[in-house]
């Protein structure tokens, strides 16, 4: 097998990648995955909704989100309507509002906790009234969707 210790360095005889190449090349993924988690905290850079960053998403039409029989009075209900996820209160008898299921913080997924919206992640609290923070890191109130109750219907836009 001829050529120069170059080319030997990034082949074996039968033409696979040497081990010392792919070692490397791993190190590299590895060092870029990291300063990719070190990056600007933009909320347009998403992860899994497992309690990682996710982006908010803005509902493009009027979109039907849930029964407003499902939404506790005084309490709030997650729904998920295709890619749009919101937290959908009832702050009092009849009143629906909607916010963004994102908290502000870091961009966790919220949840429903003790009739407040929570994250999971640095538990952050928010008021169901009105998106505001009750308590935790999160910088800003939730951002808040358009509701209208129609036929017994939550329509998020």
Do not use: W
């Amino acid at each position: 097998m001829g050529g120069t210790n170059m080319e030997n360095e990034k082949t074996t005889e039968t033409g696979a990648v040497s081990r010392r190449l792919a070692l490397g090349g791993a190190g590299v993924g590895v060092a870029g995955v990291t300063l990719t988690a070190c990056g600007s905290n933009n909320s347009d850079a998403g992860k899994s909704a497992e309690g990682g960053l996710t982006e908010v998403k803005k509902p493009s039409a009027p979109t039907d989100v849930a029964a407003a029989a499902d939404v506790p009075v005084g309490s709030a209900l997650k729904a998920t309507s295709g890619n749009l996820s919101v937290m959908v209160t009832q702050p009092s008898e009849g009143k629906f509002k909607a916010f963004s299921s994102v908290c502000t913080h870091q961009g966790c997924q919220l949840n429903v906790q003790n009739k407040d919206l929570a994250c999971p992640c640095h538990a952050s609290q928010f008021s169901i009234e009105d998106g505001s923070v009750k308590g935790g890191p999160a910088p800003e109130p939730l951002p808040e969707y358009a509701v209208e109750v129609k036929d017994g219907r939550i329509i998020v836009s």
